[in-house]
């Protein structure tokens, strides 16, 4: 019998206060078998400005010891500089597997997919963000960045990753609809950790053998998700919320 738990955040906007960090640290800490992930929008900013010197959160994420995030619209920005300086701060990778660029170096700093070895397990974690850029946009003149639909992204990449992984975990910034039509399109991934929406998910959404999960916003709860593997390969989701609120 193995578990393995991911906790998770996700729609921050900036909110994390220092009884929340303690507690998501001290989580993180007492598990030998957990990953810490964040489904985008930690940072508080919005897609017109950005701080040129980062995002102070995205360091506290790094210091309590988040693992990966993957971006949301508050994290992009239609210029590189500044996408470059909302993310950059940020310790762990920041994914996305669905933005494009003109350029590949100069969004360097987003990485489609992140793979980790926990208790034994290879667990590949995909990052999908919400369309901000598509081709058809009068953006998609001026910004080096366009976006592929993130079904369309995921159908492509997630048979690969399942040839090596013994758990995919898709991290995404949909919204719970959206993660709903993934599930049902997209065969292979185990659980969706999800944001967007800002739904609070007390168990998890169910779609053929995929479990969906969410847990709010502003840093209100903490998502627990326990996944038990049995000797003979069965698997159980379990889902609960860790009260973060002063």
């Not at 393995?4 to 303690?22: C, P, R, Y």
């Not at 609809?177 to 168990?203: F, K, N, Y």
Request: negative net charge; aromatic residues 6%.
């Amino acid at each position: 019998m193995l578990d393995f738990v991911i906790l998770h955040t996700n729609d921050l906007h900036g909110k994390l206060s220092q009884q929340a960090a303690e507690i998501i640290a001290r989580e993180k800490n007492s598990c030998d078998t957990c990953i810490l992930l964040d489904a985008g929008d930690a940072i508080p900013s919005g897609n017109i400005y950005w701080r040129p010197w980062g995002e102070p959160i995205l360091c506290r994420m790094a210091d309590i010891g988040y693992d990966a995030m993957v971006m949301g619209n508050r994290e992009f920005h239609f210029l590189a500089a500044g996408l470059e300086s909302k993310v950059k701060l940020a310790r762990f990778p920041v994914l996305s597997a669905n933005i494009r660029c003109t350029k590949r170096s100069i969004c360097s700093c987003i990485v489609p997919t992140v793979t980790f070895c926990i208790a034994g397990l290879s667990v590949a974690v995909l990052g999908l963000t919400v369309p901000m850029i598509t081709k058809q946009m009068l953006a998609a003149k001026i910004s080096p960045f366009w976006f592929e639909n993130p079904i369309s992204a995921a159908k492509d990449i997630v048979p690969s990753l399942r040839d090596n992984a013994d758990i995919i975990i898709a991290l995404t910034h949909i919204g719970l609809r959206t993660d709903m039509e993934l599930a049902a399109a997209v065969s292979g991934i185990d659980i969706v950790v999800g944001g967007h929406s800002h739904s609070l998910l007390s168990e998890p959404v169910w779609v053929d053998d995929t479990a969906i999960v969410q847990a709010g916003y502003w840093g209100h709860y903490l998502g627990k998700t326990e996944l038990t593997i049995s000797s003979a390969g069965k698997r159980t989701v379990h889902t609960s919320l860790i009260d973060l609120r002063d």
